[in-house]
C-alpha cells in the first residue's frame, strides 16, 4: 500500500498551474533556504546579495542576484496573469453593461413608440373647429354631445310614514 504525501513533501504536478501571487515557494540557495512567496524571495535574496557585496564577496552577490532574477521573473509572470485575468474579466463586465444598456434604450424606444402610436391615434379623429364626429359620422361640437346624453335619473324618495310621528300630527 502507497502511504499519501501530504505538505511540502507531495510531489509536483506541473499541469496544475495556481496563480495565487501569495504561493508560497521554497528556495534552497547557495548558503540559505528561503521561504515564502515569489515576491519575498526575491527581496530576500536582493538582501543577501547587498550583503555579500559589502563583505566583498562579488561572486556569492552575483549567485544570489542570478536567483534573485530566477524569482522576479516567477512573480511577473503571476502578475502578468492575474493582469491578463482582471482584464478579461473589465471587459466582460463592461460588454455584460452595454448589452444591458442597449437593451434598456429599446425597451425605452418602443415606449416612445407606443406613446406616439396613441397620441396620433387620438389625433386621428377628426376635429374640425372644436367639432368631433359621433356615432353616425356627423359632427357636432362638445356641448351638443353633452346636451344628448340623457341625464341620470333621479329615484323619488317616498316619505316613510312613521307611527309616533302621525299619531302626533292626528292628535294637534
Known amino acids: ?23 508560497s515557494l521554497d528556495s534552497n ?22 550583503d555579500a557585496r559589502t563583505s566583498g564577496h562579488r561572486v556569492k552577490a552575483e549567485n544570489f542576484l542570478q ?5 522576479l521573473r516567477i512573480y511577473e509572470a503571476v502578475q502578468a496573469k492575474a493582469n ?7 471587459a466582460d463586465h463592461e ?4 448589452k444591458q444598456n442597449q437593451q434598456h434604450e429599446a425597451k ?25 364626429a359621433n356615432k353616425n359620422g356627423d359632427e357636432e361640437t362638445k356641448v351638443e354631445m353633452q346636451a344628448k346624453k340623457p341625464k341620470p335619473r333621479r ?7 312613521d307611527p309616533e310621528v302621525s299619531e302626533e300630527v292626528q292628535s294637534a
Do not use: C, F
Open 67 to 71: 536567483h534573485a532574477e530566477h524569482y
Open 29 to 50: 540557495g547557495p548558503d540559505v533556504r528561503v521561504r515564502g512567496s515569489a515576491k519575498t524571495i526575491y527581496d530576500k535574496y536582493i538582501s543577501l546579495a547587498r
Open 84 to 90: 491578463a485575468e482582471k482584464e478579461k474579466r473589465q
Open 95 to 98: 460588454a455584460r453593461q452595454n
Open 155 to 161: 329615484k323619488k324618495t317616498e316619505a316613510k310614514s
Open 1 to 23: 500500500m502507497i502511504k499519501r504525501r501530504r505538505g511540502r513533501n507531495r510531489p509536483n504536478n506541473n499541469n496544475r498551474q495556481n496563480n495565487n501571487p501569495n504561493k
Open 108 to 132: 425605452k424606444t418602443e415606449q416612445r413608440k407606443a406613446e406616439q402610436e396613441t397620441a396620433s391615434k387620438s389625433a386621428a379623429q377628426p376635429k374640425k373647429n372644436g367639432k368631433q
